[in-house]
């Protein structure tokens, strides 16, 4: 099993908005390792350059991208791979969840249809057949804590966090060494963001998979990897140990990033909490508009089924709401 190592890479992108051509250093000079079987968190503010390093694994870096350096995955340096190299090693060596990736997902397939398509780019031995792979694509949901008939759907019928199920679904299915998650958890409401991450973690520590997850969120890192790097202005400006980065982080960067985000496991601390207010409480603060009588939106037993020509699936089932002014 190889491990992936970033060796003095700096990654420039050319630039030429309103005529002027410029360059932005967006990666620069990072030395960073994931060990075999390991976890390596990478977080950083927006724009500090963590996509760039996690597309240059792939050499998925747009055509305006350059990069000196070496990126190692093993004794291979992706960086001299051909192309044909190179298609070898997307999936079946390491593989890619994109930053909503779940927008990705073709809207006229099936979602196991995709997850075939992901097998056949890359018939490895064991699943030769069309049964083979088929038995394969149940194995994948169940993985993936989703019921094998959710094969049959098509991307809009499921949520955002069963279609990041299914990206996470298609990225082991050619049973990668190491697997790249890339913000793998946002615009997901917190209570999945924490399912997938657990669920993420079980399957590589299951599978021994390496993983390499980005986020910009240190709570979200700490829960799923051992080491985590802060990434600034394309830096790597401090790396250790998961839990000391997180809460004695030496750089002035991590301190203000640690301060930013809450643990995610701690429900008092959640991020937009959702606070219950009473008559009482908005009545003692004068701050705050008082609560009013008029009822701004009201359901009752309100239910929401979805009906295709094959199938049902009930969404909402007897909500009771009342939403008032103030
Ligand atoms: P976020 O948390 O918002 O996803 P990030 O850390 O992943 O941010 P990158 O997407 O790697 O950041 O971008 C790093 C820098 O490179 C930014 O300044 C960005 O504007 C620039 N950049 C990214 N992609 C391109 C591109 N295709 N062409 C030119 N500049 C780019
Ligand atoms: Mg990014």
New binding site residues.
């Given amino acids: 099993m190889p491990d992936l190592r970033f060796e003095d890479v700096s990654?420039t992108?050319?630039?030429a908005g309103g005529g002027v051509r410029g360059e932005?250093a967006?990666?620069r000079g990072v030395d960073l390792t994931l060990p075999a079987g390991g976890t390596l968190g990478i977080a950083?503010?927006?724009?500090?350059?963590?996509?760039?390093?996690?597309?240059s694994v792939l050499r998925l870096?747009?055509g305006?991208?350059q990069l000196t350096g070496r990126v190692m995955v093993g004794d291979t340096d992706v960086t001299e791979l051909s192309f044909g190299e190179l298609r070898a090693l997307r999936w079946a060596d390491a593989s890619i969840v994109f930053?909503g990736a779940m927008h990705s997902l073709n809207p006229v397939r099936t979602v196991g249809q995709q997850i075939l398509e992901a097998l056949e780019l890359h018939v490895a031995d064991g699943w030769k057949t069309e049964a083979a792979r088929r038995e394969r694509v149940t194995e994948l949901l169940r993985a993936v804590d989703l019921p094998p008939l959710k094969a049959d759907s098509y991307p809009h019928e499921l949520s955002g966090g069963q279609k990041q199920r299914i990206m996470i679904a298609m990225a082991l299915a050619c049973e990668p060494e190491i697997i790249i998650a890339?913000?793998p958890t946002t615009a997901l409401d917190v209570i999945v963001q924490q399912q997938i991450l657990e669920m993420i973690s079980r399957l590589v520590t299951e599978r021994g998979i390496s993983l390499l997850m980005?986020s910009?969120d240190l709570s979200v890192l700490a829960s799923a990897c051992r080491r985590i790097a802060i990434?600034r202005g394309?830096e790597v400006v401090e790396v250790g140990d998961a839990l000391e980065v997180c809460t004695r982080g030496q750089h002035p960067y991590t301190r203000q990033l640690a301060d930013a985000f809450p643990t995610i496991g701690d429900p008092a601390s959640r991020r937009n909490p959702v606070t219950r207010r009473t008559r009482s409480d908005a009545a003692s603060d004068p701050q705050q508009s008082p609560m009013t009588d008029e009822v701004l939106l009201e359901a009752r037993g309100l239910s929401v089924t979805f009906h295709s020509r094959t199938k049902s699936a009930r969404a909402v089932k007897d909500v009771d709401l009342v939403v008032r002014r103030g």
């Fill in positions: 990654i992108y050319r630039t932005i967006a990666v950083g503010e927006s724009g500090s350059g963590k996509s760039t390093l996690a597309m870096l747009p305006n991208a930053q890339d913000e980005i910009h990434m394309g």
